[in-house]
């Protein structure tokens, strides 16, 4: 089971008005409402809550009022998950990991393990800053620590690494508004559409209705499969033939509100940050969503291909300036050897990652979490 972090129920849920209720009856297509699903009753603990949830390193949080940790609460993973997760993250890490742990087996600590170190944080994609920032650090480190052995400074660009990407861990709190709104955006191909369907099963499961926006309406090829990947799951789909996106996000959010739906995704069409007219529809979307619903979107995520390495940090870069985003979801780390890119993200531009993605099944993705991160790549 995966986990996520969930905000007690408030108590006044929103009421649509009038016209929020008429607003509705504009979405082409709109299954009957979802049954109440029954909250998972699993293992409830208060987390320890990351930092980043408190104090988010890059972007301001929308919603209207502040989370404290009083008010979330979290559905453990089993053990049996994690260890599996485990697994299979360090499998999909390997071509990214072997070529960094490898270089410490039997070394020496000299000028040659150093260089060595630097041209395999370059080769992962970790890019220029993040590859000198951590090898000023450990240097300074092994010196300061007296460190003598290659082992020993292995463990040591462990908690440097983690210390780097531990800002970027920050969990996706559910329940804090309803709808909560999210706008998925991404390049063609990244995994926009897939990473939705994943996280509208994770969601459901933790007992969150769901409703998908199409706001990919270039391709009627995209809708339809959306449409009915939606009817055979239980997730009301809004889609509209033709026409503008903002608009298919506006009647989205006010059927959600209507409907008292937990969560609404809005799916975007892939484009480059480069396409300046379609990241010019993204801003407008955005603007228009909040006419639905004044805090919104809560979220704006950028789906990134982990496998584009430095490529992905651009698209990060882009979409940020343009859009303002308040996290990612890198997909696609399985069987890349650019994984550094967390690195490079986290100095560059530390936009939270909410997910990771190793794979195309459900519980192939899963809340990023800096620690087990490293685990898998320097193990
Ligand atoms: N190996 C692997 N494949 C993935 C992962 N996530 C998504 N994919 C695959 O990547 C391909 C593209 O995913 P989509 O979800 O269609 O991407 P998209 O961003 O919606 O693409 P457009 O609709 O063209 O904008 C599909 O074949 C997915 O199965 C992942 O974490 N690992």
């Known amino acids: 089971m995966f986990s996520f972090f969930k905000r007690k129920p408030k108590d006044t849920p929103v009421t649509p008005t009038p016209a929020e209720e008429a607003a509705t009856d ?3 297509t709109a299954p009957a409402p979802l049954a109440p699903k029954p909250v998972d009753t699993g293992t409830v603990r208060t987390p320890d809550i990351p930092a980043a949830v408190a104090a988010p390193p890059q972007v301001e949080d929308t919603a209207d009022t502040e989370i404290t940790e009083a008010d979330i609460v979290a559905v453990e993973t089993p053990a049996e ?5 485990m697994a299979r993250l360090k499998a999909g890490l390997s071509k990214t990991s072997t070529n960094l742990t490898t270089l410490f087996v039997g070394a020496r600590i000299d000028e040659e393990l150093y260089e060595e170190l630097e041209t395999a944080l370059l080769m992962a994609d970790a890019g220029v800053e993040a590859t000198q920032f951590l090898l000023n650090s450990l240097k300074r480190r092994v010196k300061e620590q007296r460190l003598t052995d290659a082992a020993q400074v292995k463990t040591a660009l462990r908690s440097l690494l983690t210390e780097l990407l531990t800002p970027l861990q920050k969990p996706l709190v559910l329940g804090r508004e309803q709808p909560l709104v999210l ?11 897939t990473t939705i369907g994943k996280l509208a099963k994770h969601m459901q499961a933790h007992g969150q209705s769901v409703l998908l926006a199409a706001g990919d309406t270039f391709r009627a090829a995209a809708r339809e499969q959306l449409t009915v990947w939606g009817e055979r799951n239980n997730v009301t789909v809004i889609a509209q033939q033709s026409g503008d996106p903002a608009a298919v996000a ?10 008292k739906t937990d969560v609404v995704m809005v799916d975007t069409a892939g484009r480059l940050p480069t396409q300046l007219h379609l990241m010019d529809e993204l801003k407008k979307i955005k603007r228009v969503t909040a006419k639905a619903m004044a805090s919104a979107p809560h979220e704006v995520l950028l789906v990134i291909d982990g496998n584009t390495g430095q490529n992905a940090l651009t698209q990060v ?12 979801v890198v997909t696609k780390l399985d069987g890349t050897a650019k994984g550094g890119v967390l690195a490079a993200i986290a100095k560059v531009r530390p936009v939270p990652v909410y997910f990771i993605g190793i794979g195309e099944k459900i519980e192939d993705l899963q809340p990023f979490n ?4 490293v685990d898998a790549l320097l193990s």
């Open 183 to 193: 706008m998925i955006a991404g390049v063609n191909g990244a995994g926009k559409t």
């Open 317 to 328: 870069q882009a979409f940020d300036d343009a859009l303002g985003l308040t996290g990612l």
């Open 250 to 259: 506006f009647d989205a959010v006010n059927s959600a509100r209507a409907r």
């Open 370 to 373: 800096a620690e087990d991160f």
């Open 81 to 85: 998950t994690k260890s599996s997760w």
């Open 26 to 28: 504009t979405a082409t």
